[in-house]
């Protein structure tokens, strides 16, 4: 099978040659071409052909679309601060919607006009048209509507909001704002040729908020989210970083073909907790073992995922994004620990 062929039999419920193995890797990949990460936040081109190298040189299954939190965020109004060598972050000083009189001048962006969206939505097109035929590509929709609102909103202030009953329909109407924002990327990035699509809404986490307010604020904005997204026909994936071991369970209910989990998440018990047909993409710990520790403790961490699961419904991943600073062979590892998976499944 080719890279592409073995991620879509998966999502299809088959039965692959092997394991596939979709690291999240837009910083590493950005090191390994030896660019800076400023030098490439409106340079599509650097970005796909930064991609294009660290799949070669890693031997990879699928390549994620990201530049950073920031974008979709940036593309609503918000202001942005551009790094040289990390990914941008919201200025948290310059809140959009400080008021919610504020959200009567909120206007949904244009993915192929607004902000940095061009940007993202080119690095795709140029990406699955270099190896797009063979190499499963997924292109982010940046963040869930609950994220994208805290970052509108400020998180500190969307925190308050969540204990005053007062301001409820205010957030509902802003969260559904953010819904419609993200679905309008989504679909964009399908547009642009990405066999996938996905959003992070790590503020809906537990390690912010309680799982009794994941179900009242993020989990319905997300069923609507996949359901409208998974409908044009592009599998949609769901990442919340952290331990969600609490709401894995509603987090399968959302209907998203792939559920992006940290590496605090119990695999196993995610397995039986989840569809059989819902992808499981994860969860080796980004920083120990993959900058930390050694080829061989990645070869532990890789197999324990493959034997909690069965190797069933899983793409092999780390639990969130690879920084930059990532060990070349703790990369190189977790590739041969999927190889090895081959007719064994």
């Not at 991620?7 to 950005?30: E, I, K, N, S, Y």
């Not at 809140?95 to 009189?101: A, G, L, T």
């Not at 244009?110 to 190896?131: F, K, N, Q, S, Y």
Request: with cysteine; charged share 25%; proline share 5%.
């Amino acid at each position: 099978m080719t890279s592409l062929e073995r991620c879509r039999a998966v999502l299809a419920g088959q039965v692959p040659d092997r394991v596939p193995v979709v690291p999240q890797t837009f910083m590493f990949a950005v090191e390994t071409a030896g660019v800076a990460m400023g030098d490439l936040v409106r340079d599509a081109r650097k970005m796909a052909q930064a991609h294009v190298v660290s799949q070669e040189r890693y031997g990879y299954d699928g390549c994620i679309i990201d530049f950073d939190d920031a974008s979709l965020a940036e593309a609503c109004g918000a202001a942005v601060i551009y790094r040289a060598a990390d990914p941008a972050i919201v200025d948290e000083a310059q809140i959009v919607v400080r008021d919610w009189s504020d959200l009567d001048r909120l206007k949904l962006p244009d993915p192929w006009r607004d902000g940095r969206l061009p940007v993202w939505l080119e690095t795709t097109r140029h990406l699955t048209e270099a190896i797009g035929d063979r190499v499963w590509v997924m292109g982010r929709a940046d963040q869930g509507p609950f994220s994208l609102a805290c970052l509108l909103r400020g998180p500190e202030q969307l925190m308050m909001d969540l204990l005053d009953e007062s301001a409820h329909p205010h957030l509902d109407r802003l969260i559904e704002f953010c819904r419609q924002a993200c679905v309008r990327f989504a679909l964009a990035q399908k547009e642009a040729g990405a066999h996938a699509t996905s959003i992070g809404d790590s503020f809906a986490g537990p390690s912010l908020i309680s799982a009794e307010l994941y179900r009242r604020f993020a989990l319905e904005p997300e069923i609507k989210l996949v359901r409208e997204v998974q409908a044009a026909g592009l599998p949609l994936s769901i990442h919340i970083c952290g331990n969600t071991n609490k709401i894995i369970a509603d987090m399968g209910r959302t209907g998203a073909s792939i559920l992006e989990v940290d590496w605090q998440l119990d695999m196993a018990a995610a397995r039986r907790l989840v569809p059989a047909a819902t992808v499981l993409m994860g969860n080796i710990n980004p920083s120990h073992p993959m900058v930390t520790g050694t080829p061989e403790e990645v070869t532990a961490a890789a197999t324990a995922i493959i034997e909690a699961t069965g190797g069933r419904g899983l793409f092999l991943s780390s639990g969130c994004a690879l920084g930059r600073n990532t060990r070349p062979e703790n990369l190189k590892a977790m590739v041969e620990v999927a190889r090895r998976t081959e007719g064994k499944l």
